[in-house]
């Protein structure tokens, strides 16, 4: 499902964050002519972006991420793409040893004749 991005509003704002005396973060919206007020008192000087994040507040935003993606279908674009990135990565310890052991499972029921079975194959 791609995103048309000829419907999209464009962004007139852009987000700035600042700190207290007390370390509590303020987040706020400014319009992108605006421009941003000095330095009060008591508080740093804003700063754009909206600043690191603390674990609690992370871990919300992850979770609420994953649970909007679980079951969405990825697009056949977004499959090309993954597909792409992965292409000359080479494969973990753990993947080499699964592959080994499998390929050994199917070399011993070859080797007993009970490969046409396993695979509900019909020989004659």
């Not at 319009?31 to 330095?39: M, V, Y």
């Not at 008591?42 to 991420?65: A, D, K, Q």
Request: charged share 25%.
């Amino acid at each position: 499902m791609g995103v048309n991005t000829s419907t999209m509003k464009q962004k007139s704002y852009m987000r700035y964050h600042r700190y207290d005396s007390n370390n509590v973060k303020y987040i706020k919206r400014f319009e992108l002519g605006q421009t941003i007020p000095e330095q009060e008192v008591g508080y740093t000087p804003w700063m754009r972006g909206t600043g690191p994040h603390n674990p609690i507040s992370l871990n919300n935003v992850r979770n609420g991420v994953s649970k909007a993606c679980k079951g969405v279908p990825k697009s056949p674009e977004c499959k090309e793409k993954m597909r792409q990135a992965k292409l000359g990565v080479p494969k973990s310890q753990e993947h080499k040893d699964n592959m080994r052991k499998s390929w050994e499972r199917r070399r011993s029921l070859i080797s007993q004749g009970t490969h046409a079975q396993t695979n509900n194959t019909i020989t004659t």
